[in-house]
């Protein structure tokens, strides 16, 4: 070996070496919002915070099922108890007084401070006058026995006002105090966990004792060896995809790797030159993957799963040098002859794939970047790596067995131009019919959750009566006195719109903690305790009510005049401060309120009456809205980002070839066989997304290959000519077969972004081949080859 | 705060079923069942198949809560609507429009001047269907359901008797002490409701002319 060889081996393995170690420390990360943007609007930076780590994407609901009520009620009873203990949870609600006792002492304790109906004409004989006739007629009513109790304490009904202020549309039905659907069949719980949603160790480690604390209290129960448990919520999702993609993504790649192996087995018939041919491959995706570690600091599992594709593009470029060396020569002969067209093929993707680079849909970028890097490097390495290690005498004669068939298949091929345009023709037309209609504009069609898992979602999100958000007002203010007291400002505004009906209710931060400024208002509401029992006195007159009645009230409202202001540490340790730190958040140097509206009827009413109000620092969230309106806008984007890719590749074959004519070429079939594509997918799979998008851009990236191959013109002594345009065609046929082999074997798995990929791709790539073979087949093939 | 919303729905459905109450009549008492006096047994008996023969009837009431905070009672009327075997209606016209109704095993409340109306089951708050119970058990002749809630004292014999009734359940106890069911023939005549805190009240009731 020559010493020049030495140092390329020498390079590579270095290379090789350095790409196992930085994948050897690669983090590896199956959150769905990588797939979100970078660099958002201040609305889209809360929207992905909030599906990223918010209260809302620390719930797990969960259901027991398939025991009589009599057993779900103890089971839920009894996993509630041991899982409260457990540090991954903040909360553990199953509806039984335990668990709200805590927090019902706090709204008593603290009522005062707590409720809006506190000001000064809170306390005067009139109004206190109008509280006892409506306390009166309360005690003669079915309320009666409610009112009775409290009444000593609170004749003013602040209790009930200060739950009213945050009790939310539908409660769960319940049995024995244990939340239940509302048909008995299953008992709910739910959970709100430490960790973020998308931390799926963490959510993983919380189902894992969610699961034993079921087990052990089923041991402990009788009758209940078939109750089982059902899990939802974000977190169950980050567990499951990620369990997915790791799954889906092993298992394809081993099967589409044996299959394209074995195919390679089959014609190549020698082990050495299937692990040569793999060689290129193996070691573009290890850099491609090292590439994409570097470069966003952790590989995303889709991006992983790609890995599996690259399988289908950089096997050709081995596929190519091996079919096309005649039996007997040196491979070294080949290369030059081969070398050009095959760097303008990779040049081609990688114009096609750097459009994705620019993305600001970070998924979309390590695509790119990991498509692009692996295609050099699989190209370097059949370039400069393979030569040294193939042995002089290889041979591959195998393929001209059916070399002449493919060849007596292509020379027809002319005879279907007319039908070919004919073709395209209604595919334009298709999609020139179905424009509006071509994509699928919501977010939830990237989401890996499968419809089975949705559908349970929602089923137990209704039995909760918690259905999911949708609007949400957001206050920005420099701290967190500020956030609170514009919280109260825009709550005066939304609860005047919920008295017209535009929307049902709303939550607000305030409800838990009001700002101090109002609570030192109310305090200075109440009136001194000399003050408060003689307008007591005065309102009491007439009634039937006995005077020392409503001591307490005197003393509650007089010690909740001197008592210290709450703050945040003042709600520790109950449930409430978990809802409190959930619709409170410091963001930075700034504090974010969030106030979460229900049953919004008039969503452009909302929007216009908060924008004419002038609060500064406020937005009007719409959580479905915005991010489809997100997607909608990353997908404009991937579109625009593909077309220019495209223009990129004319210019660049218009840069190596100087002829319009060579261009008109290759550019033809990949344009026909990209719109007759889409028009397929069109018909038979309903709608598109960014994933089919990225599947058109690997269309290119293998189709140009194929229409560059063709398009060669070799010069030279015709016979020769004959012999090399055959190698080549059987090459491309052999590489055609390993890309749909890869590409097809993606459409069986469940994971959306894979499935449409590999279903766009396996599609393009035949028809791709098909089409340069009609549109690229010089006339005199027809006349040599015929019979 | 889910908790307090089935908290105020339970208390509101209690005190709302927990309608009946009457005077105590003098009698000999006689516990039901495993009584040591097999008349009685009959006597209660006698009194159930006279409670069955009523397929529908129709009230006014009048009831009067005493309690311990006021230092007069209050008064409320309406009418009393029973429909065999398991219907019962109680609508206060005075002072304030109220609505309750049960059938079968569900209890609607409603707001009298149209507003919000209430709806639960009586099987998931065994309480308040004991409470209920005592009154549509009652009316219904069913002595069997009777004495699985309660504790069973008649006193008197027909035409003129008393129903003691001591709830078994103790959650129930530690709300309602005693419910007294007065009546004649096969008509109930009063009501009376001891809670636990020492307030009463009680109900009269008399035949609705049509």
Known sequence: MSSRNLWRIGLWLAGLAACVVIVGTARFSADLSTFLPRSPSAAQEILVEQLRDGVVSRLILVAIEDAPPSVLAPLSKAMAAQLRAAPDFVSVNNGDDQSLAKDHDFLWRNRYLLSSDVTPEHFTPAALRRALDNDLQLLGSAAGVLVKTMLPADPTGDMLHVIGQFQGGEHPASRDGIWFSPDGKRALLVMETSAPGFDADAQQHALLLIDNALQSAKAATVGAQDARLLTSGPGVFSVRIRDQVKQDAFRLSILATLAVAGLLLLVYRSPVMLVLALLPVATGALAGIAAVSLGFGSVHGITLGFGVTLIGEAVDYAIYLFTQTAPGRPPEETLPRIWPTLRLGVLTSVCGFSAMLLSSFRGLAQLGLFSIVGLIVAVSVTRWVLPVLLRRDFATNRSTLFGPAIMRLCSRARALRYPLLVLVLAAAALLALKHGNLWDDELSSLSPVSQQDQLLDRQLRTDLGAPDVRYMAVVNAPGEQQALASSETLGRLIQRLAGEGILAGFDSPAFYLPSESTQRARQAAIPAASDLRANLLRALSGLPFRPETFAPFLADANAAKNQPLLDHDSLRGINLAAKLDGLLIRRGEDWAALLPLRGVADASRLKAEIAASGQAGVLLLDLKGDSDQLYQSYRHQALLLALLGALAIVALLFLSFRSPTRVYAVVVPLAASVAVTVALLAVSGGKLSIFNLVGLLLVVGVGSNYALFFERRDTGEEASARQHRERIIVSLVLANLCTVIGFGVLTFSRIPVLHGIGMTVAIGAILSLVFSAILSMPKYDRDQAGP | ?210
């Open chain 2, 1 to 210: 705060m889910r908790r307090d919303a089935a908290l105020i729905l339970a208390l509101l459905c209690l005190a709302g079923a927990a309608f009946p109450a009457a005077p105590a009549r003098a009698g000999n008492t006689v516990e039901h069942p495993g009584s040591e006096t097999p008349g009685s047994d009959a006597a209660l008996q006698q009194i159930m198949l006279g409670l069955q023969s009523v397929k529908q009837s129709r009230a006014r009431f009048v009831e009067r809560k005493y309690l311990h905070m006021l230092n007069q009672p209050l008064e409320s009327s309406g009418t009393l609507i029973y429909a065999a075997p398991d219907h019962l209606e109680k609508n206060t016209e005075r002072p304030k429009p109220e609505r309750l109704v049960v059938d079968r095993d569900s209890l609607v409340i409603e707001d009298g001047n149209g507003g919000q109306s209430r709806n639960l089951s009586l099987a998931d708050n065994p309480e308040i269907g004991t409470i209920v119970e005592s009154v549509r058990a009652t009316l219904a002749g069913d002595g069997e359901s009777l004495s699985r809630f309660y504790v069973v004292k008649l006193q008197g014999k027909l035409p003129a008797w008393t129903l003691l009734l001591e709830p078994r359940d103790p959650k129930v106890l530690a709300m309602v002490r005693s419910i007294r069911i007065g009546g004649r023939n096969s008509r109930i005549e009063t009501v009376e409701t001891f809670e636990a805190g020492g307030d009463r009240s009680v109900m009269t009731v008399l035949p609705d002319r049509p």
